[in-house]
């Protein structure tokens, strides 16, 4: 089962990647079908149910708080619109739904390093990628894809063993 569940988010993050690459957009219905599928192949791997849902609540307590710091930043400090401007609501949504799919501290490394790994792929692609602005949700994407797809082939330890 676990496995199914992996190759179905691998195939819905792929989805989210090329559409934010191809269209700086991707259809509504893939975020909440991240969200279920990510929530699934967590609760899937979980120990115990209370366990699950402490990190969960935990995880979206954190994103929370860091969209609610991208927007103050953006709109008193730099002066500029949020929405759709700095951040977009693809990204935000794609936030929550990462944060469904891994328990915290596991939620931590990756969100921080699919954000750096983001930030340095858009720096070398820049003159090849002809957009405005970071497809963050597509390149956090690509990261989340090779980060399952290695622990599929590999069978490295449990990203859910911590």
């Known amino acids: ?17 090329y559409q934010d690459f191809r269209e700086r957009q991707a259809y509504w219905f893939l975020f909440p079908l991240a969200m279920i599928l990510f929530g699934s192949l967590h609760y899937s ?17 954190l994103v929370t708080l860091i969209v609610v710091a991208l927007y103050a930043y953006t709109r008193f400090v730099a002066k500029k619109r949020f929405l759709n ?14 944060a469904l799919g891994f328990p915290t501290i596991t939620f931590i490394i990756l969100f921080a390093n699919a954000i750096v790994f983001s930030l340095l792929t858009y720096l070398f692609l820049k003159k090849v990628y002809l957009g405005e602005t970071v497809p963050l949700a597509g390149l956090m994407g690509l990261f989340l894809i090779a980060v399952i797809g290695y622990g599929i082939i590999f069978k490295s330890p449990s990203l859910y063993a911590y």
């Open 1 to 17: 089962m676990s496995y199914l569940l992996s190759v179905l988010t691998i195939m819905c993050l792929g989805q989210i990647a």
């Open 45 to 61: 791997n979980s120990v115990e149910s209370s366990l699950f849902l402490n990190y969960v609540m935990f995880n979206m307590l």
């Open 85 to 98: 401007h700095s951040l977009g609501l693809g990204d935000i949504l794609f936030f929550f739904a990462f």
